[in-house]
């Protein structure tokens, strides 16, 4: 592949949401692209990241699998360039009860939130460090600061997210290369429906964020460089509150909005 004065991204979930939406401020701002999803959807959204210029190569991967992952990282390794940017997105829900979920769900869950994004971000993390040069940026999520009632696996593996990406981040101290944190809440995409959240009154609220508004926010911490970002006025009061609750106090709350049945409350 010819050198390119542009830089290079890896953007994972990049389908839909706020990963596509990622993947367009990359494209926007000087960046050739790699995106990845578990589903052919991705094609689409190639077609249509690259009308924003720059070259945008696409792969559906499944990353809660060590195919995936595999078939991803050997995608990298073959575009001969250097990543100087990965957004980790890559990230499903779950709805309702613990005890309720179907236990490959819960693993599904599990292995795309936190296992996939983990190898991903020590290979590439590797290769960025030993170049002294790097951005990382990891989707974490305010639902990580409390317990997540009737979405107890899914806020669970936000929390790891949120706490390793300043822990990586510090370990990174002086090295050239930085990790941001992105921390979105409710946001107007697929998620609520693929998790089977749309009884639930946060799954019917009209008062979601608009992908494109929180994709911004997280690039732009991204390129400055920020330890960690909240989206919004609403999720950063909530995000204060959440530090100096009563877990139960907030375990309780979430009920009321993630309970099945909730909508029609």
């Known amino acids: 592949m010819e050198t390119s004065a542009r830089q290079f991204a890896v953007v994972t979930g990049a389908s839909s949401g706020i990963g596509y939406e990622l993947a ?19 094609m689409a959204a190639q077609v249509e990241i690259q009308r924003l210029g720059g070259e945008v190569r696409a792969i559906q991967a499944d990353l ?6 595999e078939r991803l990282w050997q995608a990298i390794a073959s575009s001969n360039r250097p990543v100087d940017a990965l957004l980790a997105n890559a990230g ?14 819960v693993l599904r869950v599990v292995n795309t939130n936190i296992t996939g994004t983990l190898y991903l971000v ?14 990382i940026l990891i989707v974490g999520s305010i639902a990580g600061l409390m317990p997540g009632t009737f979405q107890a696996v899914y806020s669970g593996t936000k929390a ?8 990586l981040r510090h370990e990174l101290k002086d090295s050239g290369v930085t990790v941001t944190c992105l921390m979105p809440g409710a946001t107007e ?21 608009d992908a494109a508004d929180v994709a911004e926010t997280g690039f732009k911490a991204m390129m400055d460089g920020e330890e960690s970002v909240v989206h919004g ?33």
């Open 160 to 167: 790891f997210l949120d706490s390793f990406s300043v822990a």
């Open 189 to 209: 995409t697929e998620f609520f429906e693929r998790a089977d959240m749309m009884d639930t009154k946060i799954g019917q609220s009209d008062s979601k964020a």
């Open 24 to 42: 367009k401020c990359c494209a926007r701002n000087n960046f050739d692209l790699l995106i990845v999803a578990d589903e052919p959807q991705i």
């Open 122 to 135: 020590q290979k590439v993390g590797q290769q960025m460090r030993a170049r002294g040069a790097g951005r």
């Open 92 to 105: 499903i829900g779950l709805g309702r009860g613990f005890l309720e979920q179907d236990f490959q769900d």
């Open 64 to 69: 809660a699998t060590a195919e995936g992952l």
């Open 233 to 265: 006025l609403k999720n950063k009061m909530q995000a204060a509150v959440a530090a100096v609750a009563p877990q139960s106090a907030m375990a309780e709350m979430h009920r009321k909005q993630a309970e099945p049945g909730t909508a029609r409350k």
